[in-house]
């Protein structure tokens, strides 16, 4: 019997290289960016937000390009890409959610929205707008500047993560 797993783990293995290989058929990965499509530009991220995190916009904009970078063969341009990307973070907020009778506030949760607007020039039917939101909570007997660097880097990576599974991924 161990042979016989033993055989067929080697056969799914050869499939799984050998369609992995295969132009044009089901790719591990998962992307499904049109072939024609061969560029990317990314604009900055302004924080429109009533909180201003100084270094907020930047490190937004910079983990967008570089998740896009990573996992695509897509070429970073400054200005007409094929894929445009743009936006503004809209909403950057910390908020009690829930309540305990002796202390009061026991759960605060901080969240981002972000505004993006996806445009293909060629295939016009992907594009989007959409906002997106993220939230991250956390124990209200923390002080928010204390915890903020790490819950804020938390929401980026949600946040870029989503937008690049509606244009890379079409989730």
Same mark, same amino acid.
């Given at each position: 019997?161990?042979?016989?797993?033993?055989?067929?783990?080697?056969?799914?293995?050869?499939?799984?290289? $050998?369609?992995?290989?295969?132009?044009?058929? +089901?790719?591990?990965?998962?992307?499904?960016? &049109?072939?024609?499509?061969? !560029?990317?530009?990314?604009? #900055?991220? &302004?924080?429109?937000?009533?909180?201003?995190? &100084?270094? @907020?916009?930047?490190?937004?904009?910079?983990? @967008?390009?570089?998740?896009?970078?990573?996992?695509?063969?897509?070429?970073?341009?400054?200005?007409?890409?094929? *894929?445009?990307?743009?936006?503004?973070?809209? %909403? +950057?907020? $910390?908020? &009690?959610?829930?309540?305990?009778?002796?202390?009061? $506030?026991?759960?605060?949760?901080?969240?981002?929205?972000?505004?993006?607007?996806?445009?293909? !020039?060629?295939?016009?039917? @992907?594009?989007?707008?959409?906002?997106?939101?993220? #939230?991250?909570?956390?124990?209200?007997?923390?002080?928010?500047? $204390?915890?903020?660097?790490?819950?804020? %880097?938390?929401?980026?990576?949600?946040?870029?993560?989503?937008? *690049?599974?509606?244009?890379?991924?079409?989730?």
């Amino acid at each position: 019997m161990k042979g016989i797993k033993g055989n067929l783990g080697i056969c799914f293995l050869a499939i799984l290289f $050998t369609l992995s290989g295969c132009k044009g058929c +089901y790719r591990l990965s998962g992307i499904n960016i &049109p072939a024609d499509v061969k !560029s990317i530009s990314v604009k #900055f991220f &302004p924080n429109k937000a009533a909180i201003i995190n &100084p270094t @907020l916009s930047q490190r937004f904009t910079e983990q @967008l390009k570089d998740k896009f970078l990573r996992e695509t063969s897509l070429t970073l341009v400054a200005n007409n890409g094929d *894929f445009k990307i743009s936006g503004e973070i809209i %909403d +950057y907020k $910390t908020e &009690p959610i829930a309540f305990n009778t002796s202390t009061g $506030t026991a759960k605060n949760r901080f969240s981002m929205t972000v505004r993006t607007v996806f445009e293909c !020039s060629t295939h016009k039917d @992907l594009n989007f707008t959409e906002n997106i939101v993220k #939230f991250q909570e956390f124990d209200a007997t923390q002080n928010f500047q $204390t915890v903020e660097a790490n819950l804020s %880097d938390e929401v980026n990576k949600q946040i870029v993560q989503e937008i *690049f599974n509606k244009i890379a991924l079409k989730w």
